[in-house]
């Protein structure tokens, strides 16, 4: 097998090469990102010439495009809650993807402890949630609904062991939040159950589980986050394999599989060369993902996006071997099927 030198941050790295022999079939995939600000000053789909800017980079056009919300924004004691998105929505609908909305039972500014699980279930947002969804309702378009997600790691107010919240307490919440949608006739959402995947690190998976009834696609997030963030560099298969084959042959066997966020850091070759590997992957080991969005945002201090030409250069021949490009604005099944 070819191996390939690179350097990343200044250490001389030995990469296998794939070998032509090792080509797979293309399954078709969704395809999109999460698009910060770098590229025109505000995100997507805030400012849709974002995404234009990133498919003009990558030379495919997106067919997934994520953005978020919590709950509501608290300051100064007092909150004001989101609405439904509707107008983002439809911007992303007329460019030709499909929406797949972040919501979280979280609120930026405030006091966390005003928005634990336990509130959730004890019905002190029944009202909002019920409003939220009947707009769902009433929007009518098939979106993908990624709700309270990396729910089994610490680091958002949401997760179990933190904010006083349980594991047990995430699936009475998103079984509460799902029962309003569908009392709304909010069947236009498909559920994105999303925990994160750490490599060989043991993070919980089942006790987060809602049920199959409740989930229409299991999905994962997982970043290489490399010398950049002080930690070891790994490989697309290394970080994601352990949580996916306990996800896709123990909990999960018969949903297809979303990759929700996924990015690495380094220099533009050594992103180039795990992009490869990504999608290599992906071919070969990885059959139950049938979707993948890019996280292209600048966060945490680390440079995640698409932004050099030998990234976006990779990134978008590997498209060009299976990925759908932005022809799904007219979809109107729900919830929504895997391409092809």
Not at 33 to 50: K, V
Not at 132 to 145: Q, R
Not at 216 to 230: F, I, K, Q, R, V
Not at 237 to 257: D, Q, S
């Amino acid at each position: 097998m070819r191996r390939a030198a690179i350097y990343i941050f200044g250490v001389l790295v030995l990469l296998a090469a794939p070998s032509a022999a090792a080509a797979a079939q293309p399954r078709e995939l969704y395809w999109g990102a999460w698009i910060g600000s770098q590229l025109t000053g505000r995100e997507a789909p805030w400012d849709m010439a974002a995404a234009s800017s990133l498919e003009a980079k990558v030379g495919s056009g997106l067919s997934l495009l994520q953005f978020s919300a919590p709950f509501a924004r608290c300051e100064e004691g007092e909150c004001s809650f989101y609405t439904f998105p509707t107008t983002e929505m439809e911007k992303i609908r007329a460019y030709g993807a499909i929406p797949v909305f972040g919501w979280n039972s979280g609120a930026s500014g405030g006091d966390p402890a005003d928005f634990q699980l336990a509130d959730l279930n004890a019905g002190r947002y029944d009202a909002y949630i019920q409003e939220f969804a009947a707009a769902a309702a009433a929007w009518g378009h098939p979106f993908f609904l990624r709700f309270n997600w990396e729910m089994n790691g610490p680091w958002f107010v949401w997760g179990a062991g933190v904010n006083g919240n349980t594991a047990a307490e995430f699936r009475t919440a998103w079984r509460r939040v799902q029962k309003f949608f569908d009392q709304a006739g909010a069947t236009n959402a498909t559920w994105v159950w999303c925990p994160y995947a750490s490599g060989t690190k043991s993070l919980r998976l089942r006790p987060f589980y809602p049920g199959n009834r409740y989930v229409d696609w299991t999905c994962l997030d997982t970043y290489n986050w490399g010398p950049e963030a002080s930690q070891p560099w790994h490989s697309f298969p290394e970080l994601l394999g352990p949580t996916y084959h306990r996800i896709v042959e123990r909990i999960a066997p018969h949903k297809p599989m979303m990759i929700g966020e996924v990015a690495t850091s380094g220099t533009p070759e050594a992103k180039a060369y795990w992009i490869h590997g990504m999608f290599a992957a992906l071919r070969h080991r990885f059959d139950k993902v049938r979707a993948l969005i890019w996280f292209n945002k600048i966060d945490g201090g680390i440079d995640w996006p698409l932004d050099s030409a030998a990234a976006a250069g990779a990134f978008g021949r590997e498209l060009r071997r299976g990925f759908e490009q932005n022809v799904f604005g007219a979809i109107q099944n729900s919830p929504i099927a895997p391409p092809g």
